[in-house]
Structures are given as structure tokens and as C-alpha cells.
């Protein structure tokens, strides 16, 4: 009988925790943690979202819909199959980082800027930027303002928790002009100070302030400054300590933007079933190799893409022109086409 070293005990019980990591076949060589294990064990995903109509709001029937709602339903395919195992719960952005922390959510998706701070002192991991954003003032047309530096001692509205209440002091600092923070934790509250003329202007991130807008009652009353405070790159926060878990949400949205990428939609998914490129074939599975060797179902992609739309539907479909938001995709572009949106390779 061979006596183990405590070396090769623990490299025993490492791998014995991949393999079963909650199903996913053979065994990975990413470490499997809690998290994946108590999405399997509750079969369904908890995930914590913010309320502004286009990112993320329950419909009339109280079903969840927006931008980033869908990439919640993708996690659900990939982990289940299901766009439908997932729950959403809404907290404020003050409420939600805490939230992560003591695990009362497995994924935030609600417009959370990558930081240093948060990564290291909250551990917080981030998976692929979803909505690369920056940060915005939004003032009362009437006040007859331009540009953000043109108001000199104004009061300005502020989320609490959130990255904007740095932002908002670096950029008056920097300009050396004055404003008067009101720092505000409910959402409804924070618009609502704009609209009763409580105070001159509010500053978040600009999608956030574009979806506000959008919902007022006279949003032509309503103007965004041109200046962008910040760099916002929003991106779906996980705690440290599940390997297996960040690489479920890098791949599954790096699915929705190599699809956009490759022209395959949830349309016309199944046309390219047939294709002969063999890069196409193991991404949708019809090689079924990839997902073997990773331990991934092998049409994880395909169900994503078939179920759920590549990044382009789901932009267009929450956000786009067609909606009454009518984002222009920006930087939020495929790198392709002069954005920042690019997904390793499936291989
Ligand atoms: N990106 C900023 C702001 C986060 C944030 O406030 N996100 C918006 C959506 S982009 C939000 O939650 N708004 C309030 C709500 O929807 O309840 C951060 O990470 O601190």
C-alpha cells in the first residue's frame, strides 16, 4: 500500500471537489467551490438587481426583463438549461455590495463598476465588462447650463454606495468649483429630488441617469452633460473563492458576444447547424469535443444564443433604438466595429 505524502493527500481531495463539482461531468481543472454547489443543491441562481426599466424591472405579470436581467437568464441556461432558474432580488446600490459579501446573492448584475478596492478589500471578483459606461450629470433644461462646469455651488444629487459620490468630488476638486452633495440611498427618492426641483442636477452613472430620463414624465425637459466624469465598466460581481463559478459567468458572456461576432442569433441559430467552419461547429456543439473536455454541456452556447440572443439582440431587444431608451451601442460595440467588445477564443 502506497502511503500519500500530505501533498498528494490534499491534491486527492482537491480533485475528488472538482469532480464533483455539481455535475459538470469530467473533471475540470478549475477549482470548484460553494457557490456552484448551492446553485445546484437550490436549482436556481440568486441574483441582485437594481430597478430602472431597460437594465432591469418586472413587467405588468411581474416578470423580469432588461439588459442585464438576460444575462441572468443566460447564467440559468448554462448552469441549467433553463432561462427561468433564476430569482432576482432588488436592493439598493448601497444594500447590494454588502449583500454579496455575506453571500445573500451568487452574482450581482446591476450596473457594478469594476474597482480596484472592490476587488481586493471587498474580494469581490468581476467577470467580462458587460456595459462599458461613464459617469454623468443630468440638470433641469431651464437651469440653462452647457457643461458640468458651469455649475459652480449647484446641488447635486447622489446615490449612496455608489462610485459616484467619489467621481462627483474628484471632478469639482479638479475643476476648483463647488456643489452641494445631497446623498441619497433610495432610487425613487433620488429622481424624484430632481423632478420636485429639490435639487439642480443628479449624477450617476450616464446609463442609469438615460433610463431615468427616459421614465420622467417630460424627459425633454431634461438634459445629460457632455463631460463623462469616469470610467464605469459594469461587469457581473461574484464573491472570491469559486473558480468554477467566475469561468460559468466569463464563458457565458463571452457566448452572447462571440455569436454577435460569428452573425449567429437566436434566429438563426439552427442555419448554422450545418455549417462547415470548425470553429462554428464546436461553439454551437455539433462537435460535441469542447464541451466534453471542459465539462460543459457542449451546446451550452447553442442554448444560450437559441433561448436567450447574442450581446446585439440583447442590447437591441432592452436598449436600442427600437425601444423608447434608444441607446446607441457605443463603446459597447464589438471590437470588430470600433468597440471594446471582444471574447477570447472557444478552444
Ligand atoms: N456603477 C456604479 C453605480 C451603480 C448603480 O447605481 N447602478 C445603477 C444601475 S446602472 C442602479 O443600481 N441604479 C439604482 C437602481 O436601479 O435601483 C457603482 O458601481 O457604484
Known amino acids: 500500500m502506497s502511503k500519500k505524502t500530505p501533498i498528494r493527500r490534499a491534491a486527492g481531495v482537491a480533485l475528488a471537489i ?31 438587481v437594481g ?22 437568464r443566460a447564467l440559468a441556461v448554462t448552469v441549467f438549461n433553463d432561462p427561468d432558474k433564476v430569482e ?29 478596492v472592490r476587488s481586493f478589500k471587498l474580494n469581490f471578483n468581476f467577470g467580462p465588462v458587460v456595459f462599458y459606461d461613464g459617469q454623468g450629470i443630468l440638470v433641469k ?8 462646469s458651469d455649475l459652480d455651488g449647484a446641488t447635486i444629487g447622489v446615490q449612496s454606495g455608489t462610485t459616484g459620490e ?8 479638479k475643476a476648483n468649483k463647488t456643489y452641494k452633495p445631497l446623498v441619497i440611498e433610495d432610487t425613487n427618492t433620488f429622481s424624484q429630488a430632481l423632478l420636485s426641483g429639490r435639487i439642480d442636477a443628479l449624477t450617476q452613472d450616464s446609463s442609469d441617469l438615460g433610463l431615468r430620463r427616459a421614465a420622467f414624465p417630460n424627459p425633454d425637459d431634461y438634459v445629460l452633460m457632455p463631460e463623462r466624469l469616469s470610467k464605469e465598466p459594469l ?8 473558480d468554477l463559478w467566475l469561468q460559468i459567468v466569463n464563458w457565458t458572456v463571452y457566448a452572447t458576444i462571440q455569436a454577435e461576432e460569428w452573425g449567429i442569433t437566436s434566429q438563426n441559430i439552427d442555419s448554422f447547424l450545418t455549417s462547415d467552419d470548425p470553429a462554428i461547429k464546436r461553439f454551437l456543439g455539433v462537435d460535441t469535443s469542447l464541451g466534453e473536455s471542459i465539462g460543459l454541456d457542449p451546446k451550452f452556447a447553442y442554448n444560450i444564443i437559441k433561448k436567450v440572443g447574442n450581446y446585439g439582440e440583447i442590447f437591441e431587444r432592452n436598449l436600442g433604438k427600437s ?25
Not at 21 to 43: L, N, Y
Not at 141 to 148: D, N, P, Q, R, T
Open 18 to 48: 472538482v469532480a464533483l463539482a455539481a455535475g459538470f461531468g469530467a473533471a475540470t481543472s478549475v477549482q470548484a467551490g460553494p457557490v456552484v454547489d448551492k446553485i445546484k443543491e437550490r436549482g436556481l441562481i440568486r441574483v441582485g
Open 51 to 72: 430597478s430602472q426599466p431597460g437594465f432591469f424591472s418586472p413587467d405588468a405579470s411581474g416578470k423580469w426583463q432588461g439588459f442585464f436581467i438576460d444575462f441572468g
Open 88 to 116: 432576482f432580488t432588488n436592493t439598493s446600490p448601497q444594500q447590494r455590495l454588502p449583500a454579496l459579501q455575506a453571500g445573500q446573492f451568487d452574482v450581482l448584475l446591476s450596473g457594478v463598476t469594476e474597482t480596484i
Open 141 to 148: 433644461k431651464s437651469l440653462g447650463v452647457s457643461k458640468a
Open 166 to 173: 467619489l467621481n462627483i468630488a474628484d471632478f469639482f476638486k
Open 235 to 242: 461587469a457581473p460581481a461574484i464573491q472570491w473563492g469559486d
Open 323 to 347: 425601444t423608447k431608451i434608444g441607446f446607441d451601442r457605443g463603446l459597447n460595440r464589438l471590437w470588430t466595429q470600433g468597440g471594446l467588445l471582444y471574447s477570447p477564443p472557444f478552444r
